[in-house]
């Protein structure tokens, strides 16, 4: 006959086990949406026969937690950048006066221990670039090039955040917004590497 007496505190670890796990399961079903808002700047570039400017960066972000446990999750994300004003300098006076900036990028988060203090995280997807080029040139007359400018973009980058409460997280992160190039109304080839750098809040809910 098996000895109850001794089988008792297996009985009691597999039970506080499953209530650990339940309980687990339920902090991350709570967590199951972020929404972040972040604020920063996107840096300046040096490109052939002229400077574009670097920007304010207003940054907002959903995402849905899609797959994962305690120790790695995955989310799918939607981010939308913007840019109000970068300025343009040259020596080229026919060149676009400034522009304004817009990523619309869906696309994949890892978050790295996401129940953690602190919960690192890499972000990578592709989607949209509009460039708004402004009506005039460096030298006050009317700007030759098209008003707006659409491009692919492709999208990389990652952060940390950084629980307050169960509920709100403070956000730091770095994305590479990697466009074609705006309508400069003067040669300039290739593709450019938009570089923000932005930091603010992440508000999480569950179902």
């Given at each position: 006959m098996p000895d109850l007496p001794r089988s008792r505190p297996i009985i009691r670890v597999i039970v506080r086990l499953a209530a650990a796990s339940w309980w687990n399961s339920l902090a991350l079903l709570a967590q199951q949406h972020e929404f972040g808002f972040t604020l920063g700047r996107l840096a300046?570039?040096?490109?052939?026969?002229?400077?574009w400017g670097g920007g304010a960066a207003l940054q907002l972000q959903y995402g849905r937690r899609l797959a994962g446990g305690a120790g790695v999750a995955l989310f799918g994300d939607v981010t939308i950048l913007a840019s109000p004003l970068r300025e343009v300098s040259s020596n080229n006076p026919r060149a676009t006066r400034d522009v304004a900036?817009?990523?619309?990028?869906?696309?994949?988060?890892?978050?790295?221990?996401?129940?953690?203090?602190?919960?690192?995280?890499?972000?990578?997807?592709?989607?949209?670039?509009?460039?708004?080029?402004s009506t005039e040139r460096l030298d006050g007359k009317p700007n030759e090039a098209p008003r707006n400018a659409h491009r692919l973009a492709l999208?990389?980058?990652?952060?940390?955040?950084?629980?307050i409460r169960r509920w709100l997280a403070a956000r730091v992160e770095a994305r590479d917004f990697y466009t074609g190039s705006p309508a400069f109304n003067i040669s300039v080839n290739g593709r450019r590497h938009n570089v923000a750098v932005t930091g603010g809040v992440v508000r999480r809910w569950g179902r």
């Open positions: 300046s570039q040096q490109l052939p026969q002229l400077k900036s817009l990523y619309l990028t869906p696309g994949l988060r890892v978050k790295v221990a996401p129940q953690s203090k602190v919960a690192p995280f890499v972000a990578f997807g592709g989607g949209w670039a509009w460039y708004e080029q999208m990389r980058g990652g952060g940390v955040d950084v629980r």
